[in-house]
């Protein structure tokens, strides 16, 4: 695992290390979508989508397949399945951490992260998934 | 050879990060391309903004 993927929980606390650190990460549309619903402000809206462009202009822009969708879907199946999870969670629940692990899998990422418990939950059925607290990644 | 748990978990069996890179690994490009350029800028311009969001609107991205 060569390059760090930065998940959605981590820009609030360390846009600093972002900021400093530009050209270090790749990013999932996921991460981008999680940001871009949030925002409130129409020009926030277009720095992100000015962002967004520039970033896949450069190749660190991840996309999601089909097929990773799908295997997305078995991998929170089998959590259920195995009783990781209750029977009862919204079936979109852990569905963007698993796209964005996804993504880091298929690119040779992993992921940094403030929400370390629910990675931690997909690494029990994305064995090869690997993570970091961005409070250590950041250090 | 330890197994995978083990090596998951440091002698105090916390989770162990050691193989994984940290920013300061990464080296900061001595002289930016003109994307290189762009991107910074970008990337600053958006970050200010969410900062920005969060003052006003006290929103939270988790």
Redesign the interface.
Known sequence: ??Y?LLD??V??TY?K????????FYFSIVVFY??MA????K??LQ??E??LG??D??G?LLMLAKADWIICAKAVRRLRHQKLIDKNLSSTALQNDALIARSSLTHKC?VVT??IRDY?LLQKVM?KL?V??AA???? | MPNKKEKAQDSNGLRDYSHLPRAKDFKKPEKLTELQKELKKATREALEALEEEEKKYGISIT
């Open positions: 695992m060569e760090p959605t929980s820009f609030s846009k290390q972002i900021d400093e650190n530009f050209d270090a999680e940001l949030s925002m409130i402000d020009s926030t720095k992100y000015h962002w520039i970033l202009k450069g660190r992993f403030d929400n931690a064995p690997e970091i607290p250590e990644f950041f250090k």
